[in-house]
């Protein structure tokens, strides 16, 4: 059973850092395709990053264009721990963060999904 567990989220004033970490279990997580998606108040869910596979240690990091310069996704496999190091965090930024597993070629979903964690951001 494919279990994430999201951490990190909380208020910050905008200009501000937030590191988010995703727990996995119950997957190969050092061939998993995982990542990032968020959600805002009344919008739909959307693609922030994604770090890939590509084989014999190396792997593919993808962002959205409003991530891009500000987050960084890294993986630590020995901890079978996911991050989003987040910077110059906007208000626009608002949104709960969720971890995903099996990101699709489309990256408008996923096979499995955290539970979210909040990150508000003041202006």
């Known amino acids: 059973q494919v279990q994430l567990v999201e951490s990190g989220g909380e208020l910050v004033q905008a200009g501000g850092s937030l590191r988010l970490s995703c727990a996995a279990s119950g997957l190969t997580f050092s061939t998993a395709n995982i990542g990032w998606f968020r959600q805002a108040p009344g919008q739909e869910r959307e693609f922030v990053a994604s770090?890939?596979?590509?084989?014999?240690?190396?792997?593919?990091?993808d962002y959205a264009d409003s991530a891009k310069g500000r987050f960084t996704i890294s993986r630590d496999n020995a901890k079978k721990t996911l991050y989003l190091q987040m910077n110059s965090l906007r208000p626009e930024d608002t949104a709960v963060y969720y971890c995903a597993a099996r990101i699709s070629g489309s990256k408008m979903g996923a096979d499995y999904w955290g539970q979210g964690t909040q990150v508000t951001v003041s202006s």
């Open positions: 770090h890939r596979y590509t084989g014999i240690n190396n792997y593919y990091a």
